[in-house]
């Protein structure tokens, strides 16, 4: 189901405010994975990952896949603004396609990582959409970005400068409350800090009690952790498919 507008009102954007949604065939009360795409806040769109979606819809798990505006049009907090209002048209609208609302689950890719993260993790977005946090079953994060850095260039476009917004934009930031179950997942040759953030991010997780698993990658690096995670004999999707096995209970 295709290019399905998540935001209609006059300032809606009419490529970025659109979703794919992916169902398993002759199926009903599935899990459903609002997936976020990944391109540093900049570049990505969701026809890219059409093979993820038909794989997860395959083995069972409905998929929804957005688009989401990008730097340097908009800045943070529009990114995940947008992802708040994607995960509300799935709550309200996934039962027409067979799919069950108190089973959504999040992942995102690179960038995608950090807006699921952020989203979960600090609750003002999913309350400005009149939702909460606790709706979401779990959260998987590939190679995510859990701590914005004001002084890091290539975050310069969509975050600033300001110290204090970068903070506020930072998932690692708020991983001290209790949070959704957490699937932390990052590349054995992944970008430069990723390995050190999803490592503290999972502390943090870990020491407030939060329910998290860490998985190390190995023989990947930031662009086929993503890439190889449509095939089913990956150990990444395999551990995602547990993941939301043992969560959607």
Not at 15 to 35: A, I
Request: glycine letters at 8%.
């Amino acid at each position: 189901h295709a290019d399905i507008a998540y935001r209609t009102d006059k300032g809606a954007d009419k490529e970025r405010h659109r979703l794919d949604v992916y169902t398993p065939k002759g199926k009903k009360d599935f899990p459903v994975v609002l997936f976020v795409h990944g391109g540093s806040w900049r570049s990505g769109d969701k026809n890219l990952y059409a093979a993820l979606g038909q794989s997860l819809a395959a083995d069972g798990i409905g998929c929804v896949i957005c688009n989401y505006r990008l730097s340097p049009a908009v800045q943070h907090p529009a990114h995940v603004e947008d992802v708040a209002k994607a995960f509300a048209w799935t709550c309200d609208n996934i039962g027409k396609y067979g799919g069950k609302k108190d089973q959504l689950f999040l992942c995102g890719h690179s960038a995608g990582g950090h807006l699921v993260s952020l989203l979960v993790t600090d609750p003002r977005y999913l309350e400005a959409e009149k939702h909460l946090p606790s709706e979401v079953k779990g959260v998987a994060a590939l190679s995510g970005v859990f701590e914005i850095v004001n002084t890091e260039r290539v975050l310069a476009v969509p975050f600033g400068t300001d110290e204090k917004v970068c903070k506020a934009a930072s998932p690692l930031t708020y991983a001290g409350g209790k949070h959704p179950p957490f699937l932390i997942a990052y590349a054995d040759n992944d970008f430069p800090r990723l390995d050190e953030t999803a490592l503290n991010m999972h502390a943090a997780l870990k020491k407030a009690s939060s329910p998290v698993e860490l998985v190390k990658c190995k023989d990947r690096n930031h662009y086929t952790i993503i890439i190889q995670f449509v095939n089913t004999t990956d150990p990444l999707n395999k551990a995602f498919r547990e993941f939301v096995q043992k969560n959607s209970k």
